[in-house]
């Protein structure tokens, strides 16, 4: 699993910038995939501390928000993921 391998290479300090997507499942189902933040949650709590940096609408090029999600958020999330230690 890609998540294991990640953990497995951070050593014992490290930080991580990482840009997910969110938006409605139901209107979308991807690629990109929506992460949302319950499932940065689930992926990353038990061995690294979670930190938004920021959220910002998805620009109109983007392609499922000119296709697809008509209606709700659509939008880019900055995380930085740093060792719980």
Same mark, same amino acid.
């Given at each position: ?19 997910? $997507? ?5 209107? !979308?189902?991807?690629?990109?995939? #929506? /992460?949302?933040? &319950? ?15 920021? $959220? ?5 090029? !983007?392609?499922?928000?000119?296709? #697809? /999600?008509?209606? &709700? ?13």
């Amino acid at each position: 699993m890609k998540l294991l391998f990640l953990h497995q290479i951070s050593g014992r300090s490290f930080r991580y910038l990482l840009e997910v $997507v969110h938006y409605d499942k139901a209107q !979308f189902g991807g690629p990109p995939r #929506s /992460v949302t933040a &319950g499932d940065m949650q689930e992926f990353f709590a038990d061995w690294a501390k979670l930190e938004v940096l920021s $959220v910002n609408p998805l620009p109109v090029e !983007f392609k499922i928000v000119n296709d #697809s /999600v008509q209606s &709700g958020p659509s939008e880019s999330v900055v995380y930085l993921l740093k060792s719980k230690h």
